[in-house]
């Protein structure tokens, strides 16, 4: 694995996030890894191993080093609220110091910690562990955004959402692939009204058809993720589609459009 981050066989995609204009505001960091043998690799199929390899910091200084100067550079030239997000596994929380060699260098380019948020996925019994809860506390007290990326069996987290150390909700990619289904309507709507209550932001994930986003929309819901409109881009293509679309936004402001 070392060899492999070494000679750049690991590779980032962006998936990005977008509001119920389009406008780009931000994107989820997705490691991939193009294995010799295997073909490409989600992180389900190595972040453990590679931690277990004590390579946590390598992995994620190799991830500062590509990501932060793009996010610097978007932020300055086309939103100043562009926004990261990384999906990591929820026991790394009570090990957050792995994640040092991607927060530290934040100041280097100028960046604070509320432009990155850490979307927690496993088991929601970790969320019961205090190892674990205390991790997820010090992240958010140093200002870093956050999420599940699950709620457990019959989303039982959901009644414990307030008292959890978030700031963001995703609706999940099983209830949008039910839309537009009356009880995938009312779970949307359920989601959408405890995240306005707790003034959380709500995600939709996986927004894959016009008809889901006209749901979703209708529902009240103001971001979203997914190939509706943007499939995972390279660091290049994102940057590309960023730019023309602030051009095209500022030649309609000056059409009087």
């Avoid at 870093?144 to 959402?161: F, M």
């Avoid at 003034?199 to 927004?207: E, G, L, P, Y």
């Avoid at 016009?210 to 971001?223: P, T, W």
Wanted: hydrophobic share 45%; charged share 15%; with cysteine.
């Amino acid at each position: 694995m070392q060899y492999a981050l070494a000679t750049d066989e690991f590779y980032l995609e962006y998936q990005p996030q977008w509001n119920v204009h389009g406008h780009i505001q931000g994107a989820e960091l997705l490691i991939r890894w193009q294995h010799p043998r295997y073909g490409v690799l989600l992180p389900d199929r190595f972040m453990d191993a590679l931690m277990s390899c004590q390579l946590g910091p390598t992995l994620f200084g190799w991830l500062a080093e590509r990501a932060l100067p793009l996010l610097q550079r978007l932020r300055n030239e086309v939103t100043p609220d562009f926004t990261l997000s990384l999906a990591l596994p929820l026991g790394l929380a009570a090990h957050n110091a792995v994640l040092t060699p991607f927060t530290q260098p934040l100041s280097q380019y100028g960046l604070t910690p509320p432009v990155i948020a850490f979307i927690w996925q496993g088991s929601d019994e970790l969320l019961s562990d205090p190892a674990c809860l205390a991790g997820m506390h010090t992240l958010r007290e140093q200002g870093y955004g956050a999420a599940l990326a699950e709620y457990g069996e019959g989303y039982r987290q959901l009644a414990a959402l307030s008292q959890l150390p978030l700031d963001r909700i995703y609706i999940p990619p099983e209830v949008i692939g039910l839309l537009p289904h009356p009880d995938a309507m009312v779970m949307v709507q359920l989601m959408l009204r405890l995240a306005d209550k707790m003034a959380m932001r709500c995600c939709a994930q996986r927004v894959d058809s016009v008809q889901q986003f006209e749901c979703l929309s209708a529902a009240g819901c103001c971001d979203f993720q997914g190939s509706y409109l943007f499939r995972p881009l390279s660091a290049h293509q994102l940057a590309v589609v960023c730019h023309m679309l602030s051009d095209a936004d500022e030649e309609e402001s000056s059409s009087g459009g």
